[in-house]
């Protein structure tokens, strides 16, 4: 699940500049355009709790392992668990700064204790 949705956020990103991408290259914008396809219905699958095809995890992962794969053998299980790290983070990284956003925009009022409140806590010894 953290693969689709990290991919489905990356592809989010790079699909902003899919209309120059496709002015220079056509066959990179119809990858592009088609990864992104697939992001998108891995992401609406697992949200309704249907089956989703694991070929795009599949997909995603060896595309980032073909080569590490070819060239060093011994290296891929490290490599899976950093792609799985890297994919945990750029979920969280989005999901904090809306929290902090949220918390920044809050009015103030609401941090400071009321008279109500400053009487419970002083009776508390």
């Known amino acids: ?5 990290a991919a489905f956020i990356i592809l989010f990103i790079g699909i902003l500049f899919w209309p120059l991408v496709r002015i220079f ?17 891995c992401i609406r699958k697992r949200t309704t709790f249907q089956k989703c095809e694991v070929r795009f995890e599949d997909r995603v992962k060896n595309l980032l392992l073909k080569k590490i794969i070819l060239k060093r053998p011994n290296l891929v299980k490290p490599v899976v668990v950093l792609i799985y790290i890297t994919s945990v983070i750029i979920i969280l ?13 809050a009015p103030e009022s609401l941090n400071q204790p009321t008279p ?10």
């Open 25 to 41: 290259n056509q066959k990179s914008a119809r990858h592009l355009a088609s990864a992104f396809r697939a992001a998108v219905e």
């Open 93 to 105: 990284a989005p999901v904090t700064g809306i929290i902090f956003v949220i918390l920044a925009l």
């Open 116 to 125: 109500d409140n400053k009487l419970v806590t002083q009776q508390i010894p």
């Open 1 to 5: 699940m953290a693969i689709c949705l």
